[in-house]
């Protein structure tokens, strides 16, 4: 099924790009391949695009990315002393999908983007995109767990993107 773009995407894009996109279905396809380095790159730049385009559409593919598929410790971790934790291949995805469903703002990406922050499988970088995606979506609703969350946070830069997040939040 062809993405749809939302009406506020219509009205930023080029009439030549004003076009149904099958963005959706082809990272639906690559998402079900093996982990490899070109479907990395692949699910990486197609959840980017679904952002950068606001395709309202997408909002379910992307909270299944990031609530079904695997997670970067779930690939195993390497021993140290190495500079790469995380045997998955990077770019990670998900951490894109976060991103792309903040743009997006979608009625349930703030309970999403909580479970992911919350769940310390996922890779610094997936957990810090979903912390500053929280800033985009979060409303009042949420403020009181962004901040009890920011409060024992153990890593510093999500900290500090989940206290904006949770200072975003009351201004709504």
């Not at 291949?89 to 999403?112: D, M, N, Q, Y």
């Not at 992911?116 to 970088?125: C, I, K």
Request: a positive charge; charged letters at 25%.
């Amino acid at each position: 099924m062809p993405a749809r773009l939302s009406t506020h995407a219509r009205t930023r894009l080029p009439e030549w790009f004003r076009v149904e996109l099958p963005t959706g279905a082809a990272l639906e396809r690559y998402r079900r391949q093996p982990p490899s380095r070109t479907r990395s790159y692949v699910c990486f730049y197609l959840c980017r695009a679904l952002g950068k385009v606001h395709d309202d559409g997408s909002a379910d593919l992307l909270t299944s990315i990031l609530l079904d598929d695997p997670t970067e410790a779930s690939y195993g971790l390497h021993a140290p002393p190495n500079a790469f934790v995380y045997r998955a291949t990077p770019p990670f995805h998900r951490a894109t999908a976060a991103v792309a469903l903040g743009r997006i703002g979608s009625a349930g990406a703030a309970e999403t983007l909580m479970t992911v922050v919350e769940d310390f499988d996922n890779a610094l970088s997936v957990r810090n995109a979903a912390a500053i995606a929280l800033g985009e979506v979060g409303n009042a609703d949420c403020s009181p767990r962004l901040a009890a969350l920011a409060a024992e946070y153990p890593e510093v830069i999500t900290r500090r993107a989940l206290l904006e997040a949770h200072r975003r939040a009351q201004l709504r």
